[in-house]
Nanobody, 124 residues
Framework: QVQLVESGGGLVQAGGSLRLSCTAS????????MGWFRQAPGKEREFVGS????????YYGDSVKGRFTISRENAKNTVYLQMNSLKPEDTAVYYC?????????????????WGQGTQVTVSS
């Protein structure tokens, strides 16, 4: 059974930083593409970024490009989302997701496995 557990969310002032972690179990992590999505109240779940295998190629949504960085540590079955220069509009529940094989990284329906989410709140 695949489990993804996010951590690291919290309350931060605008301009600050947070690092989210997602630790996976029950899947071959080194062969999985990992994605981060977020969902604000009343809005659709939005693609934040992804990191694939085996090359570790990263891709980001336009709203976070240049501010957020995704990395992975296969030995720890963990993917990270470093968030810098946070803005109030970054406030959302952040979800980690995983999938194998080909597919569009930005499409949430491509990911069969999801974490429970972690709240990030950015105050102005």
């Amino acid at each position: 059974q695949v489990q993804l557990v996010e951590s690291g969310g919290g309350l931060v002032q605008a301009g600050g930083s947070l690092r989210l972690s997602c630790t996976a179990s029950g899947l071959t992590f080194s062969r999985a593409t990992m994605g981060w999505f977020r969902q604000a109240p009343g809005k659709e779940r939005e693609f934040v970024g992804s990191i694939n295998w085996p090359g570790g190629y990263t891709y980001y949504g336009d709203s976070v490009k240049g501010r957020f960085t995704i990395s992975r540590e296969n030995a720890k079955n963990t993917v990270y989302l470093q968030m810098n220069s946070l803005k109030p509009e970054d406030t959302a529940v952040y979800y980690c997701a995983a999938r194998y094989g080909s597919g569009a990284n930005i499409v949430k329906e491509s990911y069969p496995y999801w974490g429970q989410g972690t709240q990030v709140t950015v105050s102005s």
